[in-house]
């Protein structure tokens, strides 16, 4: 059983808060992302990291930014939410090949 | 470019019917393919994975694979469903050329089940 976790599970805020999607995970993987999904739709990869001190932003462009300075944390920020931020974002970890582990999500929605 | 397409957006199957959920890449090698199951509300469930091998690969809650190189498919099997295997199924290609290595996966858009009682 994959120890992925994300905090908060959802988070209502209005327009122009600062935010910070919280991810831990206790496997020790290097390689962790950051995935935004929209309702019934596929995921986009928007951040990813093959260890500390490493970031690099994926596929679909976003406003978002990310740090990895312990190799169980991969916080993402948005320095002022909006409602086109309104989505279901997805973390994930990997150790070998591309098998990902995901958390749970976290359902943002900005007013 | 690589791809992945689900060619069924929904599918509605009878409890105890079985089911085929389709799959299609578009890839310059030989993949790495993974199913993944969403509950709602929830983070993915990896099902099962081909890395090599046997075509026909077993996973979790009844599911199968099979890899068909030549038809670039890795179509998903349950004999028998249950209400339970309702949610959002995902099919993913990974593999050497993407840009940054081994470990990007492209999703398919999904394919969501229903199951009638």
């Known amino acids: 059983e994959a120890d992925i976790y994300q905090t908060p599970r959802y988070l209502v805020i209005g327009t122009g808060k600062k935010i910070t999607l919280e991810c831990s995970q206790t496997?020790?993987?290097?390689?962790m992302y950051w995935y935004q999904q929209d309702p019934g739709m596929e995921l986009h990869l928007i951040h990813y990291?093959?260890?500390?001190?490493?970031?690099e932003k994926g596929d679909l462009s976003s406003e978002s930014t990310v740090s990895r300075i312990r190799t169980e944390h991969f916080p993402l920020t948005l320095e002022s939410a909006r409602p086109s931020h309104t989505s279901q974002y997805l973390c994930?970890?990997?150790?070998?090949?591309?098998?990902?582990?995901f958390g749970p999500g976290t359902r943002l929605t900005v007013l | 470019a690589q791809s992945v397409t689900q060619p069924d957006i929904h599918i509605t199957v009878s409890e105890g019917a079985s089911l085929e959920l389709r799959c299609n890449y578009s890839?310059?090698?030989?993949?790495?393919l993974f199913w993944y199951v969403q509950s709602p509300g929830q983070g993915l469930q990896l099902l099962l994975k081909y890395f090599s091998g046997d075509t026909l690969v077993q996973g979790i809650k009844g599911f199968e694979a099979e890899f068909k190189r030549s038809q670039s498919s890795f179509n998903l099997r349950k004999p028998s469903v249950h209400w339970s295997d309702a949610a959002e199924y995902f099919c993913?290609?990974?593999?050497?050329?993407?840009?940054?290595?081994?470990?990007?996966?492209?999703f398919g858009a999904g394919t969501r089940l229903a199951v009638h009682p």
């Open positions: 890839y310059g090698a030989t993949p790495y």
């Open positions: 990291s093959y260890g500390v001190n490493s970031t």
């Open positions: 993913a290609v990974g593999g050497p050329l993407f840009s940054g290595g081994y470990n990007k996966l492209i």
């Open positions: 994930a970890s990997s150790d070998t090949y591309n098998e990902q582990f």
């Open positions: 496997m020790g993987h290097d390689k």
